[in-house]
């Protein structure tokens, strides 16, 4: 089967500052792929370089078979359709709505009469279970929490098969967090999701990710499952996962 | 795989037996939905009491937008009176459904009485005339408090922040000096000419001199200047302040106990109110200047001339009064600028709205202002 996510020998640079020096790692359908490393080892810019918001020096990537380094306007636009992002700050549009932000992909490229629309969106705020009443707020009244909720609805909401998360529960609690976890599996579950996520969260990992690349010194340390990832011997692994909090958490499983 | 799969498609049959069939096709995807939409939304609406069956097998791929639209025109259906049958499901089609179908609502119909819609313009306006006066309280509480900060710090003067004010005077006054310049000089240039092609009329040239130190200096130098630093520094005042109420630096300067009134506003302040009377007299410069040389070279008014009779009608009242304006109109400017800052709420686009709100009610409440003035020093005989 062919990966969803192919990326091969990556180089990126700013300015002197190289970030990535050949990272390579694969992406297969279905399964939720964790992107870990400490702050500054490149994680959300390569999470931006696969979204097409910025573009590596050297190297491929290739995203459901295109190969982003050579990608016509067309192709972009059509792949752009194929996913959606939830931003770490969520980065709804605060002058609009939470229905509204969630309906405004739909009402650019589905061309639907509105009753539909209005009913897509509101299965949409369902789904990630927020209440009916949210839909009429505008992000400035949301808690974080939902904040969160509402733009993963927006990045649902031309039900791509593929959907990337910029550290999707940063800044919740625990219990908010095991939730959205919770809400994750249970979409992918539905909707047949591929997920890339990046996180640092050991909790998300332990219970959600399938799989996983550790980044650090600019390279890829570790890729595999969870397992398969602590056997390595690299410190930064020992730090992560056998430190204080990892170890921790490691004694109560998934 | 890109363009063929995305073609949705459904037909509405008559079987033999006179039973409906309708037969749904292709990707039911959310790119291509608009194709059955049409279709559907003719065909249903005259289907009533029917039995029908709807054959769902060859649909290739559906996503939870085609299950919202499938089930929206099945509930229509079926409360329209008919039995509708749906075969040949798959099961991961049946799966999606039962999922989806947890999280579609029965939409809460609101519907607005037809008597609102007419009283509409009426509850528009006692909106906004309730807006008005919140609006209205609002500053004025502002004001207080901008008071009430000023008069515990003059108790207590080495609190000020010396500084901050010296910092605003650069930036408010010294570095509005080259766009007032420009301004004070053409309006001087214009105030000449268009007196220039009446007074020529009835030989009178001289009396230019006359009206442009008069005006000049009593009118146009203390508005035009107020107007350019209400346009300036009275926007930034409200950018400034709006972002870091929305970056909660606001919230942060009160926990640690920095008034923001006395960080914040008084400099800005009193900053515009010493800036502004001195930069009126320096428009006053220009614009005569700007007037001199169109006298000289348009009238044959030459510079010591002009500077004779300048000596002579230019009484020096009408300075002071335009300069004795400034304060009064660096107030409202400096004052309408924070206040509208300080409203800014945490959303971006409430910066852009409020710092154009600040500007016009600026602009206003100058000229508002400056009308006052006037009437009241007619009056007084002034």
Redesign the interface.
């Known amino acids: 089967m062919n990966p969803v996510i192919l990326v091969s020998d990556v180089v990126t640079r700013f300015g002197d500052n190289l970030v990535h020096d050949g990272i390579s790692l694969k992406v297969q359908k279905g399964e939720i792929y964790g992107l870990l490393g400490g702050s500054g080892s490149g994680k959300s810019t390569l999470l931006r370089e696969m979204i097409l918001l910025q573009r590596p020096q050297a190297g491929e990537i290739s995203v459901l078979g295109h190969d982003l380094m050579s990608l016509g306007r067309k192709e972009a636009a059509?792949l752009q359709?194929q996913w959606g992002v939830l931003f770490q700050a969520g980065a709804l549009y605060?002058?609009l709505t939470v229905a509204e932000n969630i309906g405004i992909k739909?009402k650019e490229?589905?061309?639907?009469?509105n009753?539909?629309l209005?009913?897509?969106v509101?299965?949409?705020i369902?789904?990630v279970g927020l209440p009916?009443y949210a839909a009429e707020l505008?992000?400035?009244q949301l808690s974080g929490g939902m904040i969160k909720r509402a733009s993963l609805a927006r990045a649902l909401a031309?039900?791509p098969g593929l959907l990337f998360l910029d550290e999707p529960t940063s800044g919740l609690d625990p219990i908010g967090a095991e939730a959205f976890d919770k809400l994750i599996l249970e979409l992918r579950?539905?909707?047949d999701l591929t997920v890339v996520m990046v996180t640092h969260d050991l909790d998300s990992i332990w219970t959600i990710v399938d799989r996983l690349a550790v980044l650090g010194d600019r390279k890829v340390i570790a890729e595999g499952n969870l397992e398969e990832v602590m056997r390595q011997p690299h410190p930064i692994i020992e730090q992560f996962f056998h430190g204080e909090r990892g170890r921790i958490r490691s004694q109560h499983g998934k | 795989m890109?363009t063929l799969d995305h073609q949705a498609d459904v037909r509405f049959l008559q079987d033999e037996e006179g039973e409906l069939l309708v037969v749904s096709s292709g990707s039911w995807?959310?790119?291509a939905?608009?194709m059955v939409?049409p279709i559907l939304?003719r065909q249903t609406r005259n289907i009533r009491n029917q039995s029908l069956r709807w054959d769902v097998s060859r649909i290739s791929s559906i996503?939870?937008?085609g299950i919202?639209?499938f089930k929206?025109y099945l509930d229509q259906l079926q409360a329209q009176g008919c039995k509708v049958e749906v075969v040949g499901a798959s099961p991961a089609q049946q799966k999606?459904y039962r999922?989806?179908a947890s999280?579609?609502?029965t939409?809460?119909e609101t519907r607005r009485s037809p008597r609102s819609r007419l009283l509409q313009p009426f509850n528009r306006l006692g909106e906004l005339a309730m807006a008005f006066l919140r609006d209205i309280n609002a500053f004025l509480c502002f004001v207080g408090e901008n008071l009430v900060v000023l008069i515990l710090l003059l108790l207590q003067p080495w609190k000020f922040r010396y500084r901050a004010i010296v910092r605003n005077i650069q930036d408010a006054g010294v570095g509005a000096l080259p766009i007032v310049t420009l301004t004070s000089f053409l309006i001087g240039v214009v105030i000449a000419y268009q007196g220039a092609v009446q007074l020529q009329k009835f030989g009178a040239n001289i009396f230019v001199v006359d009206m442009i130190a008069i005006s000049v200096t009593r009118e146009l130098a203390p508005l035009i200047t107020a107007i350019v630093v209400a346009g300036r520094t009275g926007s930034s005042y409200t950018a400034q302040i709006g972002v870091m109420k929305i970056t909660q630096e606001i919230d942060a300067m009160r926990i640690m106990g920095f008034e923001p009134h006395r960080f914040l506003v008084l400099p800005r302040v009193i900053a515009v109110m010493i800036a502004l009377p001195l930069m009126i007299f320096f428009a006053d410069v220009i614009g005569i200047l700007g007037g001199m040389l169109v006298a000289s070279l348009h009238l044959n008014i030459s510079f010591t001339e002009f500077i004779h009779r300048l000596q002579n009608v230019l009484e020096m009242k009408h300075v002071w009064i335009g300069i004795a304006k400034g304060p009064f109109f660096a107030w409202l400017i400096a004052m309408s600028g924070c206040f509208r800052g300080f409203q800014v709420?945490?959303?971006?686009?409430s910066i852009g709205r409020y710092t154009t709100i600040s500007v016009v009610n600026a602009i206003f409440l100058v000229i508002a202002c400056d009308a006052l003035f006037s009437v009241l020093l007619t009056e007084l005989g002034i």
């Open positions: 059509w359709r605060s002058s739909l490229y589905a061309h639907l009469p009753n539909i209005g009913e897509i509101r299965m949409k369902h789904m009916d505008y992000p400035a031309m039900d579950e539905m909707l | 890109k995807r959310v790119a939905l608009k939409v939304e996503d939870s937008a919202v639209l929206h999606l999922m989806v999280s579609i609502l939409p809460p709420s945490r959303n971006t686009e």
